[in-house]
């Protein structure tokens, strides 16, 4: 299990793993894996604790759910491999990069492992998704588990920045403490929703004049 996330995370997640409801949510994931195509591939579930070391996290960006098409999800919220199409919600990100970060040009990859290694956890409030059925893992462990590693971090860091986008995102607020930490709210980049506050949010210049504030270095947004 070791190589699946770093060890800065040991701490943290080994004593989740222990858990009788993370077992439980283990087994249904095996079982589901046994009868169906699940995504993310099992070695990249805990991709975002692989990238993005436990001291080194500046912001986190929480999505719900892995994407659940052939190819997309690799374990980062929002991104997806080299080669794959860009989903809507991404390109909707790259939208308000451009006009937001003074410089940034539209990336020909939507691979966001660049900024996982800066420091920006990628977190999806669910890891695992059947093929083809979103939101098919929901409420089955995950949003326990992932609802503690954002306690934690909330607890253990201070001056990292919450990027919470859409209601579901903004709904994990109450698990973030305001006075150590930065927390950005907007609308859902999804395309129901860009237009009534997401585009002209100018969360990425806000993220990194924060960092520059708490003498961090900020984010280099640029993807290639």
């Not at 991404?90 to 990069?97: A, P």
């Not at 237009?195 to 004049?209: A, D, E, I, M, V």
Request: proline fraction near 7%; glycine fraction near 6%.
């Amino acid at each position: 299990m070791n190589n699946k996330y770093h060890e800065s995370w040991s701490p943290i997640l080994k004593p989740l793993f222990a858990q009788d409801y993370v077992r439980k949510l283990s087994h249904f994931v095996q079982e589901e894996r046994k009868q169906y195509k699940v995504f993310p591939p099992e070695n990249l579930v805990f991709n975002a604790f692989k990238l993005t070391s436990f001291p080194d996290i500046k912001v986190v960006i929480l999505g719900q759910d892995p994407y659940h098409n052939d190819g997309q999800a690799h374990g980062l919220s929002f991104s997806v491999p080299e080669g794959i199409s860009f989903p809507p919600s991404l390109k909707n990100i790259f939208t308000e990069l451009v006009s937001d970060i003074p410089g940034f040009f539209y990336p020909k990859t939507g691979d966001l492992t660049n900024w996982a290694k800066q420091g920006v956890l990628l977190l999806n409030a669910t890891l695992t998704v059947r093929a083809h059925q979103a939101a098919s893992h929901q409420k089955m462990g995950w949003e326990e588990f992932t609802d503690s590693i954002i306690k934690k971090i909330s607890e253990e860091r201070e001056g990292v920045v919450f990027l919470l986008w859409g209601s579901y995102a903004q709904k994990k607020s109450i698990f973030i403490d305001p006075s150590k930490h930065l927390i950005l709210k907007s609308v859902h980049p999804s395309p129901l929703s860009v237009y009534r506050g997401f585009y002209g949010c100018k969360h990425f210049s806000q993220t990194n004049s924060y960092l520059l504030q708490q003498g961090v270095k900020p984010i280099d947004w640029q993807i290639d």
